[in-house]
């Protein structure tokens, strides 16, 4: 973007010319650029990354906290907290962990993220039931995105995800941030539900 001084012989200009060029104010300086029609088009592997987000980002719902790494934070958001690394939030943390488990070299991969979707699926029914009623109780609604994954993601799946970026960012040696949430049990599951809770 170029900065400019008396942007057309003005103190000051807007708007596009004959759809090449744009004049604004970016950051209280005058600038111009390129004009660009944004895409979307709408593809399938682009469905499968935004689905993925929006697993995540729902799931992230179900840890309470006060953003204030005291009372009233739940025991999952204070492990996320201390274990993100340095200028990295805790959020952004357990999406980098569980992009990184949908990723192949670098790359989003539709057949990771589906093998999360089966990997849920194959979880014990018991378990299975602790995680989709806590995360109901925590607030989490199925969703379902409008292309690319189309299935319907159940509001225990959302929560899943969150406990395998506990399991995969090593948040604690103690189960059941310790247990592969693939691997669950019913003990492991209620617990996981209960870490989410605010203390």
């Known amino acids: ?72 934070d739940s025991q999952l958001f204070l492990l996320f907290l201390n274990k993100a690394p340095a200028g990295l939030n805790w959020n952004a943390f357990i999406s980098q962990l569980v992009m990184a488990a949908c990723s192949d070299a670098g790359a989003f991969s539709s057949d990771l993220f589906q093998g999360l979707v089966t990997e849920y699926g194959a979880v014990t029914a018991a378990a299975k039931t602790i995680l989709d009623n806590g995360a109901t109780a925590l607030g989490l609604t199925a969703h379902t995105f409008g ?10 799946f959302q929560l899943y995800l969150i406990a395998k970026a506990a399991y995969l960012g090593a ?8 247990v592969d949430p693939a691997d669950y049990t019913d003990a492991n599951a209620t617990a996981f539900v209960a870490a989410c809770s605010a203390t």
């Open 1 to 72: 973007m170029a900065k400019v001084i008396g942007p057309l012989m003005s103190i000051s200009a807007s708007g596009k010319i004959a759809d090449t060029l744009v004049f604004g104010s970016w950051k209280g300086r005058n600038v111009v650029r390129q004009y660009i029609v944004p895409a979307n088009p709408q593809s399938d592997a682009q469905g499968h990354v935004r689905a993925a987000m929006l697993a995540i980002s729902k799931g992230l719902k179900a840890v309470e906290n006060s953003s204030s790494g005291g009372a009233g």
């Open 147 to 156: 292309y690319g994954y189309t299935t319907t993601m159940a509001a225990g």
């Open 171 to 178: 948040v604690s040696s103690a189960a059941p941030f310790s």
